[in-house]
C-alpha cells in the first residue's frame, strides 16, 4: 500500500503525522512512504532522516495526495486540500467533524474514507487523542500563566505568588486526561486549584492522588458559577466523544470574572465549552481575544506549539492502526481492532459516527453497511 505524509499547513501547526522509526516499519512491512518535503522539519525531523530509512520525497502536497492510497496526517484537512479527496481514499487524522460542517460535507461528497484519531474509542478511553490532551492540558497552564502577566493583557497574577502574597486561583472544568493534566501542572506550579466534574468516582480518584492540593466539586451550574467569579485561569477541558462540545461557561458567568482573568478553552476543536468561544478558535499566531474584559485564549492546535514532543508521543499512539490498515485494508484491520470501528466517521458518502451525524443533521449508517 502507499501511504502519503503531507506537510501540515494549518497556522503555525509544526507538528509532522510520521516519525522516522515508524516510516522504517512501514517500509520493511513492504509499503511505500511518501513524504512531502520539509514535512519533518519544523519537528526537528530532517528530510535525509526520512531518506535514510526508506521514505520517497515528494516536492508537493498534490503530488502526496495524488498518489497515496492512505493520507497520514495530523489535523483535519483545510479547504485548500479539499481538491484532492476523491473516492476510495483514506484520511487518517484528528477529524473533529462535528464542528466542521463543510469539511463533512466535502468528505461526504468524494466518498472518501475518514478515520478519525478522537474517536477510537478502548472502553472509556480515547487512546489516539490521549497524548495530545495530555500536551493541551500541560500547555493550558503553561499559556494561562503566560496570558496573565500584564504585558500580555492580563491581571498581573504569579500563580505561584510569594511569601506573603495570596497564590492564583485555577478551576479546571473536566477531569478527564486534559483536566488532570492541568491540575497536575497547577498544583506544581503552586496554585490554589479547583478541579469540577460530573463523575464522582473520578473526583474520588483524584482527591486520593493530590489530596489537600485540590478541591474537587461536583459540576453542576451552580457550582461552575462560583467557582469561575474568583478564578483567576479557568481552564475547560469538557468532552463528548465525536460531539460538539458542551458550553457549561455562559456570557453571564464571564461577566462576573474579574478583568484581566483567563479563560483557556482546550474542548474548541470540538467548537468550544464556552458561550464566547464557541466556533471562534484562534491561533498561535493571534492567540486570544477579549470579552467582558477577560482574556479568551482558544487556539485550535495547542499541542502544535511543543511539536517536537508532540509529534512523537502521537505517533507513538497512531502507528500501530497505520500498520494494520497499511497491512490488511480499512475492513480487515477494524476485525482486527474492534476499537478502530468509531473511528470511521464517514466512508463512501455517508457519515458513521452517531455523534457527528446528529449535530450536523445527516443520517447515520452503521460503518459495517456503509463499507
Known amino acids: 500500500m502507499i501511504i502519503g505524509v503531507p506537510k501540515e499547513i494549518k497556522n503555525n501547526e509544526s507538528r509532522v503525522s510520521a516519525i ?14 511518501y513524504v512531502e518535503r520539509g514535512a519533518g522539519v519544523a519537528s526537528g525531523i530532517s528530510d535525509s532522516e526520512y531518506e535514510a530509512v526508506g ?12 498518489k497515496a492510497d492512505v493520507i497520514y496526517k495530523v489535523k483535519e484537512p483545510l479547504k485548500s486540500e479539499y481538491k484532492y479527496f476523491r473516492e476510495g481514499l483514506v484520511i487518517y487524522t484528528y477529524l473533529h467533524l462535528a464542528a466542521e460542517p463543510e469539511l463533512t460535507k466535502a468528505m461526504i461528497d468524494s466518498k472518501v474514507v475518514g478515520i ?6 478502548v472502553g472509556r478511553g480515547l487512546p489516539l487523542l490521549r497524548p495530545m490532551s495530555e500536551v493541551a492540558g500541560r500547555m493550558a497552564v503553561q499559556e494561562g500563566a503566560r496570558f496573565l502577566t500584564k504585558p500580555n493583557g492580563g491581571k498581573g497574577i504569579l500563580l505561584p505568588g510569594v511569601p506573603g502574597v495570596n497564590v492564583g486561583n485555577v478551576v479546571v472544568v473536566g477531569a478527564g486526561v486534559a483536566g488532570t493534566a492541568a491540575a497536575k501542572i497547577a498544583v506544581g506550579m503552586g496554585a490554589k486549584v479547583t478541579i469540577l466534574d460530573v463523575n464522582l468516582d473520578r473526583l474520588t480518584e483524584l482527591s486520593h492522588i493530590f489530596g489537600r492540593d485540590v478541591e474537587t466539586l461536583y459540576s453542576n451550574k451552580f457550582n461552575i458559577a462560583n467557582s469561575v467569579k474568583n478564578a483567576d485561569l479557568v481552564i475547560s477541558t469538557v468532552l463528548i466523544p465525536g460531539a460538539k462540545a458542551p458550553k457549561l461557561i455562559t456570557k453571564d458567568m464571564v461577566k462576573e470574572m474579574e478583568e484581566g482573568s483567563v479563560i483557556v478553552d482546550v474542548a474548541i476543536d470540538q467548537g468550544g465549552s464556552t458561550e464566547y468561544t464557541e466556533n471562534r478558535a484562534t491561533t498561535h499566531s493571534e492567540p486570544i481575544f477579549v470579552e467582558e474584559g477577560v482574556l479568551h485564549y482558544s487556539v485550535a ?3 502544535g506549539a511543543v511539536a517536537s514532543t508532540s509529534s512523537y508521543a502521537l505517533c507513538n499512539a497512531t502507528s500501530r492502526y497505520i500498520r494494520s490498515i497499511a497491512k490488511f485494508g480499512v475492513k480487515e484491520a477494524l476485525v482486527r481492532h474492534p476499537e478502530l470501528v468509531p473511528g470511521v466517521n464517514v466512508a463512501n458518502g455517508k457519515v458513521t459516527y452517531k455523534a457527528v451525524a446528529e449535530d450536523l443533521g445527516y443520517e447515520y449508517v452503521a460503518v459495517e453497511e456503509a463499507l
Open 20 to 33: 522516522p522509526g515508524v516510516v522504517q516499519e512501514l517500509v520493511l512491512d513492504g509499503h511505500t512512504v
Open 55 to 66: 521514505a520517497v520525497l515528494l516536492d508537493s502536497a498534490e503530488e502526496v495526495w495524488g
Open 116 to 121: 478519525a484519531f478522537e474517536t477510537v474509542q
Open 301 to 303: 492546535n495547542i499541542p
